[in-house]
T-cell receptor
Protein backbone atom coordinates (compact mmCIF):
# COMPACT_ATOMS: atom_id res chain seq x y z
CA UNK A 1 0.00 0.00 0.00
CA UNK A 2 1.01 3.54 -0.62
CA UNK A 3 1.56 6.16 2.02
CA UNK A 4 1.58 9.92 1.66
CA UNK A 5 3.50 12.25 3.95
CA UNK A 6 2.76 15.94 4.19
CA UNK A 7 5.68 17.17 6.18
CA UNK A 8 4.13 20.37 7.47
CA UNK A 9 0.83 20.34 9.31
CA UNK A 10 0.64 24.14 9.44
CA UNK A 11 2.22 26.75 7.19
CA UNK A 12 1.80 30.46 7.95
CA UNK A 13 2.89 32.84 5.21
CA UNK A 14 2.51 36.54 4.58
CA UNK A 15 0.31 37.77 1.78
CA UNK A 16 2.11 38.07 -1.59
CA UNK A 17 4.95 35.84 -0.39
CA UNK A 18 5.75 32.54 -2.13
CA UNK A 19 4.75 29.24 -0.57
CA UNK A 20 5.69 25.59 -0.96
CA UNK A 21 3.67 22.76 0.58
CA UNK A 22 5.58 19.53 0.70
CA UNK A 23 4.35 16.06 -0.20
CA UNK A 24 6.24 12.78 -0.37
CA UNK A 25 4.87 9.35 -1.23
CA UNK A 26 6.20 5.92 -0.49
CA UNK A 27 6.02 3.76 -3.56
CA UNK A 28 8.32 3.64 -6.53
CA UNK A 29 5.68 2.16 -8.82
CA UNK A 30 4.01 4.29 -11.44
CA UNK A 31 1.65 6.70 -9.73
CA UNK A 32 -0.96 9.33 -10.26
CA UNK A 33 -0.63 12.36 -8.00
CA UNK A 34 -3.13 14.97 -6.91
CA UNK A 35 -3.51 18.07 -4.80
CA UNK A 36 -6.85 19.04 -3.32
CA UNK A 37 -7.88 22.20 -1.49
CA UNK A 38 -10.56 22.37 1.18
CA UNK A 39 -11.90 25.76 2.15
CA UNK A 40 -13.69 26.06 5.50
CA UNK A 41 -16.99 24.19 5.57
CA UNK A 42 -16.62 22.99 2.01
CA UNK A 43 -15.71 19.78 0.21
CA UNK A 44 -12.39 18.88 -1.34
CA UNK A 45 -11.73 20.58 -4.65
CA UNK A 46 -9.20 19.26 -7.14
CA UNK A 47 -6.36 21.76 -7.57
CA UNK A 48 -4.23 19.84 -10.02
CA UNK A 49 -3.25 16.36 -11.08
CA UNK A 50 -0.29 14.54 -12.52
CA UNK A 51 -1.16 11.53 -14.66
CA UNK A 52 1.70 11.48 -17.17
CA UNK A 53 3.80 13.76 -19.36
CA UNK A 54 5.41 16.96 -18.18
CA UNK A 55 6.57 16.82 -14.60
CA UNK A 56 5.51 20.42 -14.00
CA UNK A 57 1.78 20.60 -13.60
CA UNK A 58 -0.23 23.79 -13.48
CA UNK A 59 -3.53 23.97 -11.66
CA UNK A 60 -6.21 26.41 -10.72
CA UNK A 61 -5.72 29.60 -8.73
CA UNK A 62 -2.08 29.99 -9.83
CA UNK A 63 -0.81 26.84 -8.13
CA UNK A 64 1.65 24.44 -9.68
CA UNK A 65 3.37 21.24 -8.61
CA UNK A 66 6.41 19.35 -9.75
CA UNK A 67 6.62 15.59 -9.89
CA UNK A 68 10.06 14.34 -8.87
CA UNK A 69 10.26 10.60 -9.35
CA UNK A 70 13.73 10.16 -7.90
CA UNK A 71 12.73 11.93 -4.69
CA UNK A 72 9.16 10.56 -4.73
CA UNK A 73 7.88 14.06 -4.15
CA UNK A 74 5.09 16.23 -5.48
CA UNK A 75 5.45 19.63 -3.84
CA UNK A 76 2.88 22.34 -4.38
CA UNK A 77 3.99 25.91 -5.04
CA UNK A 78 2.56 29.35 -5.58
CA UNK A 79 4.75 32.39 -6.26
CA UNK A 80 2.49 34.89 -4.51
CA UNK A 81 -0.30 33.92 -2.14
CA UNK A 82 -3.51 35.75 -1.45
CA UNK A 83 -5.67 35.88 1.63
CA UNK A 84 -8.21 33.71 -0.18
CA UNK A 85 -5.66 30.88 -0.37
CA UNK A 86 -6.13 30.22 3.33
CA UNK A 87 -7.37 26.63 3.42
CA UNK A 88 -6.44 23.01 4.06
CA UNK A 89 -4.43 21.32 1.32
CA UNK A 90 -4.34 17.58 0.78
CA UNK A 91 -1.91 15.58 -1.30
CA UNK A 92 -3.14 12.25 -2.69
CA UNK A 93 -1.60 9.38 -4.63
CA UNK A 94 -2.90 6.35 -6.47
CA UNK A 95 -1.25 3.47 -8.26
CA UNK A 96 -1.66 4.19 -11.97
CA UNK A 97 -2.07 0.48 -12.66
CA UNK A 98 -5.10 0.40 -10.39
CA UNK A 99 -6.31 3.90 -9.69
CA UNK A 100 -9.89 3.00 -9.05
CA UNK A 101 -11.45 1.60 -5.95
CA UNK A 102 -9.73 1.98 -2.63
CA UNK A 103 -6.17 2.35 -3.93
CA UNK A 104 -6.25 6.10 -3.40
CA UNK A 105 -4.36 7.54 -0.46
CA UNK A 106 -4.59 10.97 1.14
CA UNK A 107 -2.04 12.79 3.23
CA UNK A 108 -3.02 14.25 6.56
CA UNK A 109 -3.29 17.76 5.17
CA UNK A 110 -1.44 21.06 5.51
CA UNK A 111 -3.22 24.08 6.88
CA UNK A 112 -2.11 27.16 4.98
CA UNK A 113 -2.76 30.47 6.71
CA UNK A 114 -2.09 33.64 4.77
CA UNK A 115 -1.32 36.59 7.02
CA UNK A 116 -2.28 40.09 5.88
CA UNK B 1 -22.25 19.52 -14.76
CA UNK B 2 -23.56 20.28 -11.29
CA UNK B 3 -20.93 18.19 -9.60
CA UNK B 4 -21.59 15.76 -6.79
CA UNK B 5 -24.71 16.72 -4.86
CA UNK B 6 -25.26 15.85 -1.22
CA UNK B 7 -28.17 16.40 1.09
CA UNK B 8 -28.77 17.54 3.68
CA UNK B 9 -25.85 19.91 4.17
CA UNK B 10 -26.36 19.93 7.91
CA UNK B 11 -28.07 17.43 10.16
CA UNK B 12 -28.57 17.67 13.89
CA UNK B 13 -30.16 14.73 15.60
CA UNK B 14 -30.41 13.09 18.96
CA UNK B 15 -28.66 9.93 19.98
CA UNK B 16 -30.59 6.86 18.95
CA UNK B 17 -32.27 8.40 15.95
CA UNK B 18 -31.89 7.17 12.40
CA UNK B 19 -29.95 9.37 10.01
CA UNK B 20 -29.96 9.11 6.23
CA UNK B 21 -27.46 10.96 4.06
CA UNK B 22 -27.97 11.26 0.33
CA UNK B 23 -25.69 11.59 -2.66
CA UNK B 24 -26.06 12.12 -6.38
CA UNK B 25 -22.80 11.42 -8.24
CA UNK B 26 -21.60 13.09 -11.40
CA UNK B 27 -23.41 11.65 -14.38
CA UNK B 28 -21.36 8.98 -16.12
CA UNK B 29 -19.10 8.25 -13.18
CA UNK B 30 -19.11 4.56 -12.32
CA UNK B 31 -17.40 4.75 -8.94
CA UNK B 32 -18.98 6.23 -5.83
CA UNK B 33 -17.26 6.65 -2.48
CA UNK B 34 -18.40 7.59 1.01
CA UNK B 35 -15.83 9.25 3.26
CA UNK B 36 -15.94 10.53 6.80
CA UNK B 37 -13.81 13.42 8.04
CA UNK B 38 -13.02 14.20 11.66
CA UNK B 39 -10.30 16.20 13.33
CA UNK B 40 -8.99 13.12 15.11
CA UNK B 41 -8.96 10.63 12.25
CA UNK B 42 -8.83 12.82 9.15
CA UNK B 43 -10.39 11.43 5.97
CA UNK B 44 -11.57 7.84 6.17
CA UNK B 45 -12.97 5.79 3.30
CA UNK B 46 -16.11 4.04 4.53
CA UNK B 47 -17.34 2.18 1.47
CA UNK B 48 -17.23 2.36 -2.29
CA UNK B 49 -19.40 1.17 -5.16
CA UNK B 50 -18.62 0.28 -8.73
CA UNK B 51 -21.53 0.23 -11.17
CA UNK B 52 -23.92 0.38 -8.20
CA UNK B 53 -22.41 -2.69 -6.54
CA UNK B 54 -20.70 -2.36 -3.13
CA UNK B 55 -17.10 -3.47 -3.56
CA UNK B 56 -15.42 -2.78 -0.25
CA UNK B 57 -17.18 -1.85 2.98
CA UNK B 58 -14.27 -2.62 5.27
CA UNK B 59 -14.15 0.99 6.38
CA UNK B 60 -17.69 1.00 7.73
CA UNK B 61 -17.17 1.37 11.47
CA UNK B 62 -20.03 -0.75 12.76
CA UNK B 63 -23.18 -2.58 11.79
CA UNK B 64 -25.04 0.60 12.63
CA UNK B 65 -23.78 1.95 9.30
CA UNK B 66 -25.21 0.82 5.99
CA UNK B 67 -25.04 2.14 2.43
CA UNK B 68 -27.01 1.49 -0.71
CA UNK B 69 -26.86 2.50 -4.33
CA UNK B 70 -30.14 1.55 -5.98
CA UNK B 71 -29.21 3.17 -9.28
CA UNK B 72 -26.39 5.03 -10.98
CA UNK B 73 -27.58 8.42 -9.85
CA UNK B 74 -28.34 7.92 -6.18
CA UNK B 75 -26.76 6.55 -3.03
CA UNK B 76 -27.60 6.67 0.67
CA UNK B 77 -25.60 6.23 3.83
CA UNK B 78 -27.70 5.33 6.84
CA UNK B 79 -26.77 5.31 10.50
CA UNK B 80 -29.14 3.55 12.84
CA UNK B 81 -29.07 4.16 15.72
CA UNK B 82 -26.86 7.22 15.72
CA UNK B 83 -24.39 7.97 18.51
CA UNK B 84 -22.52 11.15 19.48
CA UNK B 85 -19.24 9.67 18.23
CA UNK B 86 -20.73 9.57 14.72
CA UNK B 87 -20.57 13.36 14.61
CA UNK B 88 -18.41 14.24 11.60
CA UNK B 89 -18.55 15.55 8.07
CA UNK B 90 -19.57 12.89 5.60
CA UNK B 91 -18.46 13.28 1.99
CA UNK B 92 -19.59 11.54 -1.11
CA UNK B 93 -17.23 11.39 -4.09
CA UNK B 94 -17.43 9.95 -7.58
CA UNK B 95 -14.95 9.12 -10.32
CA UNK B 96 -14.24 7.33 -13.54
CA UNK B 97 -10.48 6.93 -13.33
CA UNK B 98 -7.95 9.26 -11.80
CA UNK B 99 -9.19 11.92 -9.44
CA UNK B 100 -12.13 11.70 -7.10
CA UNK B 101 -14.66 14.53 -7.27
CA UNK B 102 -16.15 15.42 -3.93
CA UNK B 103 -19.49 16.77 -2.89
CA UNK B 104 -19.86 19.61 -0.38
CA UNK B 105 -20.41 17.21 2.50
CA UNK B 106 -23.01 16.70 5.20
CA UNK B 107 -22.09 17.96 8.65
CA UNK B 108 -23.69 15.56 11.13
CA UNK B 109 -24.08 16.42 14.77
CA UNK B 110 -25.46 13.78 17.11
CA UNK B 111 -26.46 15.16 20.49
Amino acid sequence: AQSVTQLDSQVPVFEEAPVELRCNYSSSVSVYLFWYVQYPNQGLQLLLKYLSGSTLVKGINGFEAEFNKSQTSFHLRKPSVHISDTAEYFCAVSDSRSDTGNQFYFGTGTSLTVIP
Amino acid sequence: DAGVIQSPRHEVTEMGQEVTLRCKPISGHDYLFWYRQTMMRGLELLIYFNNNVPIDDSGMPEDRFSAKMPNASFSTLKIQPSEPRDSAVYFCASSLTGPRFFGPGTRLTVL
